[in-house]
């Protein structure tokens, strides 16, 4: 399967879900600010127009949470500073300075700082491309998932 049947598979929701962006995620001290967005995908034409890759810079305040929610789009988190509580199917990891992760935006997932510095994270995501810059990619749960 070739990648672009592959992003296409993940990507449904992304034509759906804008208009749930930022919904009722309970969230405190998070603040984000954009590093980076490509909305031309020079080989993968194809993509123009529906899509953009975007950087987000996201500091997380001490005792900074973010309870349950899903995103837009798949993307992939790297710590640049500080230790960030994750919890994602019932496990709980400890990713630290240096460390990434990947999230396919449709499953449940939570974050935490429980330390005493700031977190530090870079959030590069898929999004649609009609997402205007500094508006989230955070959607609340479907109203069936909430327990």
Known sequence: MNHLAKLAGVLP??????????????????HGKTRAQIVEFGHLSE???KYQLRVTEVTIDPDGYMKPHHHLGPGARCI???ELTYVFRGQT???????????????????RNAGKTPVVLHNSEVLPATLPEGKTSLIPLPADAKK
């Open 13 to 30: 929701l992304l034509f759906v879900a804008p208009a749930l962006a930022d919904g009722a995620v309970d969230v405190k001290g998070f």
């Open 47 to 49: 993509l123009n127009g």
């Open 80 to 82: 640049l500073s500080g």
């Open 93 to 111: 990891t400890l990713y630290k300075a240096g460390d990434c992760f990947t999230e396919t935006g449709d499953e449940s997932h939570e974050a």
